[in-house]
């Protein structure tokens, strides 16, 4: 579970995971950056991240936001 408060960044610049994941937005209002894309996710959101892309989560409300993010590894 990753609480960002608000205007909180889960990093500076968008970055890969070397793992695909699966992020559900359990509070807030999320922005995620996928690649060229900004998404707007609120409560109940659910996103798949594929390995590789880059992405990042931006709290832009004035409430904390929290998503729990399932890293998917492959089997080997």
């Avoid at 960002?4 to 970055?15: A, I």
């Avoid at 699966?22 to 894309?37: C, M, Q, R, S």
């Avoid at 594929?50 to 080997?76: E, K, Y």
């Amino acid at each position: 579970m990753v609480t960002l408060e608000p205007g909180g960044l889960s990093g500076k610049e968008p970055s890969p995971s070397q793992y695909d994941q699966f992020g559900i937005v359990f509070a807030g209002v999320l922005e995620l950056t996928l690649g060229n894309e900004v998404l707007a996710l609120h409560r109940g959101d659910a996103v798949q991240i594929v390995a590789g892309m880059p992405h990042r989560w931006q709290n832009t409300s004035r409430r904390p936001g929290q998503v729990a993010l399932i890293s998917l590894h492959a089997a080997p």
